[in-house]
DNA sequence: TGACACGCTGTAAACGATTACATATATTAT
DNA sequence: ATAATATATGTAATCGTTTACAGCGTGTCA
C-alpha cells in the first residue's frame, strides 16, 4: 500500500503539501497542485482513513443505523433518505443490525470509530434508548419512534401518529359496515416497541367509542411483523372466530398474510372478508386484490430527518417531534359485509 | 473520551497491560485482568478503533458489500449469511451501495478503512470486477454472479445455473401446454449484467428447441428487477400481443407486477394467463395465487460462500466457482392453457 | 533600505492504540 | 547455590495522516 510518503518522494514535495493538496486547502500552488494529483492518479494513492481519522477529532460522513431488514418499509425510507442525502451532497454510510442486537451500543462502537457527524436510527426500542443514548453526543434522529418522552436534547424524532392512523385504519372497517373486527399482529407484552403498542391502542379505542365488542381472546391474534407470522396467526383468528368479516392487520406484510390464510381458510378477499393493513409498502399496490392501508408517507419522514440532522448538525438548535401525515389508502380489499 | 493512558494510569498499570486485557492475550495476571476490566466497565472506556486498524495491518471483521437493496431476493441471501456468520462466531459488517455507485471503488475504500479479513459481494457487475478488481488482496467471494472467467485466484464465486434455471422455468410452462409464450424483464443491452443475459438466454434456447417461436417485437418486454418496472412492461406486453397464454418473468418481483397488470388488462391468472417468476422470494408464496418459480437456494448460496470465504481467509486455498441447485417451484400461476 | 505582509512549502509533534523487546521476579532444575 | 526458565509487566517505536508553526523568497511601502 501507497502512503502519503511516497506520494511526498515520487512528486518532490513534502507530506504536508500532500496532505493540503488531498484536502483540498487553498494555499498551495495550481503547478503543484496538478503535479501532485498527477502522481496520486497515477499510482492510485487512496489515504488511510485509520490515520485520517485518528488524527480528525471528527470525519464528514453521517451514519445510518437500521434495525431489521426484513421490513420493507424501512427499506423504502431508506432509499428516500438516500436521495435527501445525496441532493445534499452528503456522505453516508448505512449499517444494519438485526433484531439482537443493541442499537446504541452499536451507534457507540460506530461513533468511536468513524466519527460521524450525525446519527439516524431507523427503528429503535424506546427503553434501550431511555437507558444507553445518554453516552452519544453527536446529533441524532430516531425514525418511526417516538423519542419526545426521552429528553435527550441532542435526538429528534420523526413518526407517524399510529394511534391516530390505526383509529382511521379501523375506523374504515366500521364505516364500510364491519362489526365483527379482528386485528392481528404485535404482542400484548410491549416487546415489539411503541409500534405494536399504538397501533393495538388505536384501534381499540375507536371499537370501543362505536360499542363494538372486542376481546384479546375472540378478535385478535398477536404475531411478528413477517408474512409467515401474518399467515399463521391470520389462520388462527379465523379459524377460532369465523364470523370476523373484517381485519385490521397491523403492518401490510402481515395482511398480506392474513390475505393468503383468509383464502386457505376458504374464504375470498374481499367478498367474505375485508383486509386492511399498515404502512404503505410497495406491494399491497401490486396485489389482488389491492390491499388497503394505512400509507405512512416514507418520503417526508426520510425528508425530514434528513433535513433536521443536516440543520443540527451545523447550527445548535434544539431537538424537534415531529408527526407526519398518513394517508389512508382505499383498496379493493374492503368492501360492505354481505349480510 | 478516554484513552488507554486514563485506564492505565487509572488502574496504576501500563498502558501495555491494558491493550493486553483488552484483547485477552493470555499473560496477564488474573487479578491484574480483574481490576483493569473492573476500571473499564466503570468508565465505559470504549478503545479507539482508528488507532487500532491504523497499527494492525488486518481487522478481524468481514465486510460484505451488497449492491441494491430493492432485491428481496438479496434480503433472503443477507439474513442467512449472518446467521453462517454468527454460527462461526464471526464479526459482520454491512454496506449497502445504491445502483449508481461502483462496487469495486466501494471495496477498495473499505479495504483502506476497515482492513477486512475478507469480503463478500452480493451482486456485482462483471466488467466492474475485471477492470478493478485486480487491487484488492483480501479473499473474497462474489455471490450470484459467475466469476470462473474473470480468473482471479482471490475470487470465489457462488451462483445459480441461471440458463438451467430459465430452460426449466420456460419448460415449466411449455409442459403445461403453453405455445405462445412472452417473457419478461432484463434488457438486450447487458447493462443488468449476467442475470438478465443467462435467463434470457436459457429462455431462447429452449423455446427453440421446441420451436416456439419467439421474436424480441412480439413476446418480450424489456425492464428492470422492480414491482413497477414489471407492471408497466407487462401490461405493454399484454397489450402488443393478447394472444400470450404463458409469461416467463425473470424475476419475481416482475412476476407480480405481471399478475396485476394482467388483471388490470382483464386477464385472470392463471385462468386466462399463467406466470411464472425467478427467485423463490418469500411474497410469492403468500400471494393469491401462488405464484410458480424457480428458487434459488439463497440459504445455500448464503452457507457456502460464508464456509469458502472462512476456508479462505485462514488457509491458502484456490477460489472455487460453483453452482447451487435451483428448486422448480409449482404454483397457482401455471395451469393449462384454455384452448 | 528596512520592515512587513503574503504566498507557498517544509518540519515535526500529535492522534491512540499495538507489540517487540527489555526487565523483574518467582520457580524449577542441576 | 547457580543457572535456566516461565510469568508478568513496563517501555518505547510504530502505524499514516493532519496541522500548528516556522522558514523563505518576493513584492510593497514608507
Given at each position: 500500500?501507497?502512503?502519503?510518503?511516497?506520494?511526498?518522494?515520487?512528486?518532490?514535495?513534502?507530506?504536508?503539501?500532500?496532505?493540503?493538496?488531498?484536502?483540498?486547502?487553498?494555499d498551495v500552488n495550481p503547478e503543484t497542485r496538478r503535479k501532485i494529483e498527477e502522481i496520486i492518479a497515477e499510482t492510485g494513492f487512496q489515504p488511510n482513513a485509520n490515520a485520517k481519522f485518528l488524527k480528525q477529532t471528527i470525519s464528514s460522513t453521517i451514519t445510518v443505523i437500521v434495525k431489521g431488514i426484513q421490513n420493507s418499509f424501512f427499506?423504502?425510507?431508506?432509499?428516500?433518505?438516500?436521495?435527501?442525502?445525496?441532493?445534499?451532497?452528503?456522505?453516508?454510510?448505512?449499517?444494519?443490525?438485526?433484531?439482537?442486537?443493541?442499537?446504541?451500543?452499536?451507534?457507540?462502537?460506530?461513533?468511536?470509530?468513524?466519527?460521524?457527524?450525525?446519527?439516524?436510527?431507523?427503528?429503535?426500542?424506546?427503553?434501550?434508548?431511555?437507558?444507553?443514548?445518554?453516552?452519544?453526543?453527536?446529533?441524532?434522529?430516531?425514525?418511526?419512534?417516538?423519542?419526545?418522552?426521552?429528553?435527550?436534547?441532542?435526538?429528534?424524532?420523526?413518526?407517524?401518529?399510529?394511534?391516530?392512523?390505526?383509529?382511521?385504519?379501523?375506523?374504515?372497517?366500521?364505516?364500510?359496515?364491519?362489526?365483527?373486527?379482528?386485528?392481528?399482529?404485535?404482542?400484548?407484552?410491549?416487546?415489539?416497541?411503541?409500534?405494536?403498542?399504538?397501533?393495538?391502542?388505536?384501534?381499540?379505542?375507536?371499537?370501543?367509542?362505536?360499542?363494538?365488542?372486542?376481546?384479546?381472546?375472540?378478535?385478535?391474534?398477536?404475531?411478528?411483523?413477517?408474512?409467515?407470522?401474518?399467515?399463521?396467526?391470520?389462520?388462527?383468528?379465523?379459524?377460532?372466530?369465523?364470523?370476523?368479516?373484517?381485519?385490521?392487520?397491523?403492518?401490510?406484510?402481515?395482511?398480506?398474510?392474513?390475505?393468503?390464510?383468509?383464502?386457505?381458510?376458504?374464504?375470498?378477499?374481499?367478498?367474505?372478508?375485508?383486509?386492511?393493513?399498515?404502512?404503505?409498502?410497495?406491494?399491497?399496490?401490486?396485489?389482488?386484490?389491492?390491499?388497503?392501508?394505512?400509507?405512512?408517507?416514507?418520503?417526508?419522514?426520510?425528508?425530514?430527518?434528513?433535513?433536521?440532522?443536516?440543520?443540527?448538525?451545523?447550527?445548535?438548535?434544539?431537538?424537534?417531534?415531529?408527526?407526519?401525515?398518513?394517508?389512508?389508502?382505499?383498496?379493493?380489499?374492503?368492501?360492505?359485509?354481505?349480510?
Open positions: 500500500m501507497k502512503t502519503i510518503k511516497d506520494i511526498a518522494r515520487l512528486s518532490g514535495f513534502s507530506t504536508g503539501t500532500v496532505s493540503r493538496v488531498i484536502n483540498n486547502h487553498p427499506e423504502t425510507i431508506l432509499e428516500e433518505m438516500q436521495k435527501a442525502f445525496k441532493e445534499n451532497g452528503e456522505e453516508v454510510t448505512v449499517v444494519f443490525l438485526d433484531e439482537a442486537e443493541n442499537e446504541v451500543t452499536a451507534a457507540k462502537q460506530i461513533c468511536s470509530t468513524r466519527k460521524p457527524r450525525g446519527l439516524i436510527f431507523l427503528g429503535g426500542n424506546t427503553k434501550e434508548f431511555a437507558k444507553n443514548f445518554a453516552s452519544i453526543t453527536v446529533p441524532s434522529v430516531l425514525v418511526t419512534v417516538d423519542a419526545s418522552q426521552l429528553g435527550f436534547e441532542n435526538l429528534s424524532s420523526f413518526t407517524t401518529d399510529d394511534i391516530s392512523g390505526a383509529k382511521e385504519a379501523v375506523g374504515y372497517l366500521i364505516r364500510s359496515g364491519h362489526r365483527k373486527i379482528g386485528i392481528v399482529g404485535g404482542s400484548l407484552e410491549e416487546t415489539n416497541g411503541q409500534l405494536s403498542t399504538f397501533r393495538l391502542q388505536g384501534a381499540q379505542e375507536i371499537l370501543s367509542r362505536h360499542q363494538i365488542p372486542f376481546s384479546f381472546e375472540e378478535n385478535y391474534a398477536p404475531c411478528r411483523f413477517s408474512l409467515e407470522d401474518g399467515y399463521m396467526a391470520g389462520r388462527e383468528l379465523l379459524r377460532k372466530n369465523p364470523d370476523i368479516t373484517g381485519i385490521f392487520a397491523l403492518s401490510d406484510l402481515i395482511a398480506i398474510g392474513v390475505v393468503r390464510a383468509a383464502r386457505d381458510e376458504g374464504k375470498r378477499v374481499p367478498e367474505d372478508l375485508s383486509v386492511i393493513g399498515y404502512d404503505g409498502i410497495e406491494y399491497v399496490r401490486y396485489s389482488v386484490p389491492r390491499i388497503a392501508t394505512v400509507r405512512q408517507d416514507a418520503a417526508q419522514l426520510a425528508k425530514r430527518s434528513v433535513e433536521d440532522l443536516l440543520m443540527r448538525v451545523s447550527y445548535t438548535r434544539a431537538a424537534v417531534h415531529e408527526k407526519i401525515p398518513y394517508t389512508v389508502i382505499a383498496g379493493e380489499s374492503v368492501i360492505h359485509p354481505k349480510n
